[in-house]
């Protein structure tokens, strides 16, 4: 396959737009992509995303999450406040009794529903601030499988579906509580070049601590282990 088209399907299997079948490639059509909507003003802004490195001659495959959390002027330009990544275990490349597995073998769905967990826990750290929150996630089908009725049936069989259906729940329980709005939102274009060249970085170390890529000490702890909002000031 020539690269500049096997870069093409990567980029459309990526965002949900296509999925990898026994025949090969098989674009999504039937279910069209919705437009990404407008980012409230004076927003808490958490964009996750996620990558799979297949696995080669012996080497495993690699999954690995990344986060950006920036905050939205009345205008709604954006201020970050911190960028995270870390590897991603399953049982499969790490045995089933490892502690930070979620899932029993990398798929794309797991490495994007696992950077959905890491969003939804920094989401719960800011609720505190009492501004609206919007999780954008650059997968169609992780954000649609965080509706309910799919989280519960139709995702019940696949092997991300305990994530989804976790995620789903966690979103549910912040959203119950008061002043409290956590919005999933779909963007099927690319993430920001930066968030995914930390998240390809943060899968080929395999290191499944939150590093944070301006922090080069091994000893990095995870930001949403805190019991405060953290930022890279800190």
């Known amino acids: 396959m020539e690269p500049r088209r096997a870069t093409i399907q990567q980029s459309k299997k990526n965002t949900g737009i296509a999925s990898i079948r026994k025949g090969g490639p098989r674009l999504n059509l039937l279910s069209p992509p919705p437009p990404a909507q407008p980012l409230p003003a004076s927003a808490v802004h958490i964009r996750v995303t996620a990558t799979l490195h297949p696995a080669k001659g012996k080497q495993p495959p690699r999954a690995a999450w990344a986060i950006a959390v920036e905050d939205l002027d009345e205008d709604g330009q954006p201020t970050e406040r911190m960028r995270a990544a870390g590897a991603i275990a399953t049982a499969a490349t790490h045995g089933p009794s490892h502690p930070a597995c979620q899932a029993t073998r990398h798929t794309w769905q797991v490495a994007h529903q696992a950077a959905v967990t890491k969003g939804l826990l920094s989401a719960a750290q800011h609720h505190r601030r009492g501004r609206p929150i919007v999780l954008t996630v650059h997968n169609v089908t992780t954000a649609r499988d965080l509706q ?32 409290v709005t956590v919005t999933v939102r779909a963007d099927a274009g690319p993430p920001p070049a930066r968030l995914q060249r930390i998240a390809d970085q943060a899968a080929q170390s395999g290191d499944l601590r939150s590093r944070h890529p301006a922090d080069s000490a091994s000893r990095a702890n995870a930001p949403w282990d805190e019991l405060r909002v953290w930022d890279p000031g800190d």
């Not at 696949?158 to 959203?175: C, E, F, I, M």
Request: hydrophobic content about 30%; charged content about 20%; aromatic content about 0%.
């Open 148 to 179: 309910a009725h799919r989280a519960s049936s139709a995702r019940r069989r696949t092997s991300h579906g305990r994530l989804a259906r976790n995620n789903l729940s966690t979103l549910q329980r912040l959203n119950a509580q008061p002043g």
